[in-house]
């Protein structure tokens, strides 16, 4: 490719995410300097002098991080033991279990703490009152810190798992094998080899989910409001969804700091998915995978693992089917099942704002991924292929965006947006969405260009082709199945998206994520289940078509 070409490409790339990523990130700084929401002028330190002289700040910050970390925890060594009993033992159901750590992306955040909600209220939660009045037993309280680490952790399961998972997979069970033969115990070959080489990847792991936990806002809204159990992200929507007059300035002087310990993770992150690459123990010559005997322990190994599967999916998704179809909350039995309705049903979908919700979520979905995915790929094309100064710039903007809590963010963008005609439209959600899971569509396209032979094009281009008809005809076919992985995946994600929904969304704007925080507010939980479903639902549909799509095309 011309030089002077590939330099304006770039450019014009770096121009566009910039404005994507730091553009909302610099206008959180200068609104947190401002006197007033949309009012640049004079700036004052009076807002970080006010959030910071509340002693609520100190006891969100201590809840956070109790819940970002033991969340974090939990999360990868579930992850990681699930990796080393798919990829390292003879555990049966292994293609089951594989499946499993990954089908929960598709449940949204919302409606997965709102079935817990269901199960374990202290009042009338069904598992509490079989707990109570059947066996005698004490109640289980999820409405508590605890409660919230345990169902933060086992969202961000799926994430820890797709990190140590290939990394458990390409491990050369060779030194392991040494290690027996000279009669080390199983449980000190684990602790002096397995878990030093796969450090990098554990470490990351861990990093991703203390990330994403930091970010959260569904868990924390669901089952931390009731008892104003607070983190930051939630200190920060009370900020700017309680009194006569928001205060978009402190809660942006609070997001600051949010956003600056989360853009250090993700570098953080990134050092040790790099550093990995130096414990790669796959040679020329093969590997052989050595499965450990489980000998008596291998089938109960595979059925606390399938329980686990059975609590990260089916139990929710149960739930919430089950919910939307009972008048109130009541313990499964004859009577419930004899008073099976669809009222819940008739009155969501009889609402106008449903529908205009449901319209909104579908549109973001489509033409958000679309957009997204088209951007993603000639950055992500840009990132591998045109190597100098500017690509390298692009990459860290791009992978920046990564740890933007999308509820922080999203007062970026409201000071960044408030005096343009975007502001409390659906194209402002549209840009915030593609903004802010931008990196989601990177990764893999990033990786499928990487696998892609440069002799292809190279011989488009001394044909005499252009670089677009060469993007076209000969890259974007090769680079298909990436391409219909990352737009999955977004798409997905904006069916999903409730953080910065909470912050963008208007009258008029509303989607199905918003719709359903609202309810769980107001705690209609027959409401909140339907909802759920409806998510559910359109994200399966979603994945079929594309599923569809694939095979038509790989046939």
């Known amino acids: 490719m011309d030089q002077s070409k590939s330099r304006l490409i770039t ?64 999360a990868t060594t579930l992850a990681f033991g699930l990796a ?8 049966p159901f292994r293609g089951l279990l594989h499946l499993i750590p990954t089908i929960p992306m598709m449940i949204p955040h919302l409606a997965y703490g709102a079935a817990w909600a269901i199960l374990l209220n202290p009042s009338n939660g069904i598992v509490n009152v079989f707990l109570r009045d059947v066996l005698g037993l004490g109640i289980i309280n999820i409405y ?83 008892n104003r159990i607070d983190v930051l992200t939630t200190f920060v929507y009370r900020l700017v969804s309680t009194g006569l007059f928001p205060d978009y300035g402190r809660a942006a002087a609070v997001g600051v700091n949010v956003l600056v310990s989360a853009v250090i993770l993700v570098f953080v992150y990134r050092h040790y998915t790099a550093t990995a690459e130096r414990f790669v123990t796959i040679g020329g010559k093969g590997h052989k995978i050595h499965r450990m005997k489980l000998g008596k322990m291998r089938l109960p190994m595979g059925i606390l693992a399938l329980s686990l599967g059975i609590l990260l999916i089916i139990v929710p998704v149960i739930v919430l089917a ?17 008073m099976l309705t ?85 194209w402002a959600l549209l840009v915030g969405y593609v903004a802010t ?22 011989a488009s281009l001394v044909c005499g082709a252009g670089l677009f008809r060469t993007f076209r005809r000969v890259i974007a076919p090769l680079a298909l199945p990436g391409i219909i992985s990352g737009w999955t995946m977004m798409a997905i994600m904006f069916v999903q998206e409730l953080n910065l929904s909470v912050i963008l969304a208007r009258p008029g704007t509303e989607v199905l994520s918003v719709l359903t925080h609202r309810a769980v507010n107001d705690a209609f939980w027959g409401r909140v289940a339907t909802l759920g479903v409806i998510m559910i639902a359109l994200s399966a549909v979603l994945l079929g078509l594309t599923r569809i799509f694939t095979r038509k095309f790989a046939s």
């Open 11 to 74: 450019l014009i790339l770096v121009i566009i995410v910039g404005a994507l990523t730091l553009g909302p990130a610099t206008m959180l700084i200068i609104g947190s300097f401002s006197e007033g929401f949309g009012a640049f002028g004079t700036l004052t330190f009076e807002k970080y002098a006010r959030v910071y002289s509340d002693p609520r700040l100190y006891g969100a910050l201590r809840n956070t991080l109790i819940f970002t970390f033991g969340s974090a925890i939990l």
């Open 84 to 91: 080393y009993l798919n990829h390292r033992t003879d555990v």
């Open 144 to 226: 508590s810190l605890p409660g919230m680490v345990f169902i933060e952790g086992l969202l961000e399961l799926p994430i820890a798992y797709l990190v140590i998972a290939p990394a458990m997979a390409s491990f050369d069970a060779t030194m392991e094998e040494a290690s027996w033969i000279c009669g080390v115990s199983p449980r000190k070959t684990m602790r002096k080899i397995t878990l030093k080489m796969l450090l990098p990847a554990i470490l990351a792991a861990l990093t991703l989910a203390t990330v994403r936990s930091l970010s959260a806002f569904a868990i924390p809204s669901v089952l931390g409001f009731p």
């Open 322 to 338: 089950y919910i939307s179809v009972v008048p109130y909350i009541m313990p499964p039995g004859p009577k419930a099942f004899s």
């Open 342 to 426: 669809l009222a819940n049903w008739k009155a969501v979908l009889s609402e106008k704002i449903t529908l205009v919700a449901f319209r909104n979520s579908t549109f973001l979905a489509l033409v958000g991924a679309t957009v997204g995915i088209l951007l993603s790929t000639v950055v992500s094309y840009v990132i591998v292929r045109i190597r100098n100064a500017g690509s390298t710039v692009l990459e860290t903007l791009a992978f920046a965006s990564f740890g933007f809590p999308g509820l922080i963010i999203g007062i970026g963008f409201m000071w960044a947006l408030v005096r343009t005609s975007l502001y409390a439209t659906i």
């Open 437 to 458: 899971y931008l990196p989601f569509g990177i990764r893999p396209l990033t990786s499928t260009f990487i696998q892609i032979d440069t002799d292809l094009e190279s």
